[in-house]
């Protein structure tokens, strides 16, 4: 079995003639950390607790609601028939651990139903927004993105971060 260091070995990895291939060894440990790493950057490194969007922008994301969202989805975002509820318990349930970029998205290519696609990213970021407000998340100083890749970054949760 080939030795790393004290109490460290690695079987069947790097041996030649009863020795360790440190160099062999060094480069697994290296692409396994970096695999790491890159997995650790995908992550999601905001929250909707975070306040990721401003009160004046869901302000604004109001009466684009009413205007595109509200006939299908509800004035109080129930959900109404096959349309989903965009509030409340079903809604945090369906995406909870997903993220913003995945939800925008979901939004910004199907809806409105009659004419998916063709919202602009600034009126649906308006509409998310207001969703947001209306989910009772924390607003900040900063508007909600309009990049996905951005947007990808904020994991929704249902509950507060302890």
Same mark, same amino acid.
């Given at each position: 079995?080939?030795?790393?260091?004290?109490?460290?070995?690695?079987?069947?990895?790097?041996?030649?003639?009863?020795?360790?291939?440190? /160099?062999? #060894?060094?480069?697994? $440990?290296?692409? +396994?950390?970096?695999? @790491?790493?890159?997995?650790?950057? *995908? =992550?999601? &490194?905001?929250?909707?607790?975070?306040?990721?969007?401003?009160?004046?922008?869901?302000?604004?994301?109001?009466?684009?609601?009413?205007?595109?969202?509200?006939?299908?989805? /509800?004035? #109080?975002?129930?959900? $109404?028939?096959? +349309?989903?509820?965009? @509030?409340?318990?079903?809604?945090? *349930? =369906?995406? &909870?651990?997903?993220?913003?970029?995945?939800?925008?998205?979901?939004?910004?290519?199907?809806?409105?139903?009659?004419?998916?696609?063709?919202?602009?990213?600034?009126?649906?970021?308006?509409?998310?927004?207001?969703?947001?407000?209306?989910?009772?998340?924390?607003?900040?100083?900063?508007?909600?993105?309009?990049?996905?890749?951005?947007?990808?970054?904020?994991?929704?949760?249902?509950?507060?971060?302890?």
């Amino acid at each position: 079995m080939g030795e790393a260091g004290p109490g460290l070995s690695f079987p069947g990895i790097g041996e030649q003639k009863g020795h360790m291939n440190i /160099g062999k #060894s060094a480069a697994i $440990i290296a692409g +396994a950390l970096g695999c @790491a790493l890159v997995w650790a950057q *995908d =992550q999601p &490194s905001k929250s909707v607790w975070d306040g990721i969007y401003t009160k004046e922008q869901a302000a604004r994301g109001e009466p684009l609601y009413k205007q595109y969202c509200g006939t299908c989805h /509800g004035e #109080s975002l129930e959900g $109404i028939e096959m +349309a989903p509820a965009l @509030a409340g318990g079903e809604f945090l *349930d =369906q995406w &909870s651990g997903q993220t913003m970029g995945d939800l925008f998205e979901r939004i910004r290519a199907t809806m409105p139903r009659d004419r998916p696609g063709k919202l602009s990213r600034d009126i649906n970021a308006d509409i998310t927004a207001y969703m947001l407000s209306f989910n009772q998340f924390p607003a900040g100083n900063t508007e909600l993105s309009r990049d996905t890749q951005v947007l990808k970054q904020i994991k929704i949760e249902a509950a507060k971060p302890k």
